[in-house]
DNA sequence: ACCTCTATGTACGACGACGTACAGACTTCA
DNA sequence: TGAAGTCTGTACGTCGTCGTACATAGAGGT
């Protein structure tokens, strides 16, 4: 069953009963998604749904002035569009890519089909959605409480843990946007840190030496989300009733 | 047909067809809420959810430090504990009165019976937790980019949104606790909105002389946040298909 | 009338982030 | 090999918010 195969990439995905995966796998394609790219803008109606496998996604929120924040991340974990299935069919937020990769792309009306016959599915994207939730909130305590730094660390652990192996591509400029901070902030932050030897990096290349010392310099927030997130995600149960 | 015409205070109940309404009602008790009660603490497993009439309740994540910082809130247009249907049963963050008043209370269970019937509630449900996914997203780009000022316009125009009439029972002190700010820092952004002549407060009761002008005031937020509720909650369509 | 508690007002130095400007270093492509 | 573009480093004055400290005044109780 090649389908499955590569299914299995997203946990999502890789949760659902077999019978639920055999339905949906074959209306799913797979897409490139280059660095980026807007998946949707804010006010799209959505068409598609996404979930990434080795890609990364942010929702960010852009301003009238044009100035940013990022909302949450999205990665293997997934999916980009909770708006299709929770009924609104957009959002206020724009998604687009923030490392390139891969994702299976679904058609969002095939997803709500599956949705409303009220099985695993929704059990399963409901308490995703709930894991958003727990990110977006505490995207706002940080943004209110914390250093510049503080969410760098919270920041780079967020996104490697949605991606295989220890380095990102990503440049001060972009990280900039997501955090809705300046360049140079980030640029000053990311100095420090390489030279505390966390991470090293050159030209839009990041690489995490010390992952415990990031978690260590990063604010609690990286930890209330990541344990929220595995708490809420932990498939195996729960998954057949509520 | 006494319960009905308490439950019609509540946007959401109200909006729900005769025959759900009819099943849900008996089983909901009016509770007095007074302030600073906290309905669920984080991590709590949820018991009860209150449909509050015409009391107001915020989400407040507390952090290691004891800080704190508002993550939405929640008034006559909608529900404390979507982690009961959303499957998580818990939240990070704590639900605590900030106006007192009454709230319909209804036992977990009772909600999750008739949500997996798979009716009209549960698609009521969901577009609410969507409108109050965009509360929680502006709330995070506000923290980061807008001024005690401005914020303090935008949480007076939510907290307003959700009572009768322009006073809110509100110190300065309570104020701060939300906004995740220095008391100070209210005092002279509450300062200069009364002798702008927008507010006029005294020891715990506020009152708003110009909404218009409030509004201008405020930033971009609060109407991002309105309109999308507004948009979400329009109930007449939608509601009894994805 | 007095005391106590609570709510609000004001001041000042410290600090983090901002806006702006510009320089250096590396990459890409002609 | 040279030019253009991209990414990163550094500097400096400004501004908003913080932390702290203390003052004032109304409310409530005895």
């Avoid at 295989?164 to 946007?177: D, F, K, P, R, Y």
């Avoid at 990063?218 to 932990?234: G, H, I, P, Q, T």
Wanted: charged share 20%.
């Amino acid at each position: 069953m090649p389908h499955l195969k590569g299914a299995q990439k997203n946990h999502l995905l890789a949760a659902l009963p077999a019978d639920v995966q055999e339905r949906l796998l074959p209306h799913m394609e797979c897409v490139e998604l280059p660095l980026g790219k807007v998946l949707y803008e804010s006010g799209d109606t959505l068409r598609y749904v996404y979930f990434p496998t080795n890609s990364i996604v942010s929702l960010l929120y852009v301003m009238e002035s044009g100035a940013s924040a990022e909302i949450s991340v999205v990665g293997n974990e997934g999916l980009i569009g909770v708006a299709l299935f929770m009924g609104g069919e957009s959002t206020t937020s724009r998604a687009i890519v923030q490392s390139a990769g891969q994702a299976y792309r679904l058609l969002g009306q095939r997803l709500k089909d599956e949705f409303n016959r009220h099985g695993a599915l929704l059990h399963t994207l409901l308490r995703y959605t709930q894991s958003l939730i727990t990110q977006m909130a505490q995207t706002a305590v940080c943004n209110r409480h914390h250093s510049i730094d503080q969410q760098l660390c919270r920041w780079l652990l967020l996104s490697l843990d949605r991606l295989e192996g220890n380095e990102l591509v990503m440049t001060q400029e972009l990280i900039a946007n997501m955090l809705g901070v300046r360049r140079e902030g980030v640029t000053d932050a990311a100095g420090r840190l390489q030279r505390l030897g966390v991470i090293e990096y050159h030209r839009g290349r990041i690489q995490v030496l010390n992952r415990v010392k990031l978690e260590s310099l990063s604010c609690e927030c990286y930890a209330v989300v990541r344990k929220e997130s595995d708490r809420l995600l932990a498939w195996a149960k729960y998954t057949d009733k509520v």
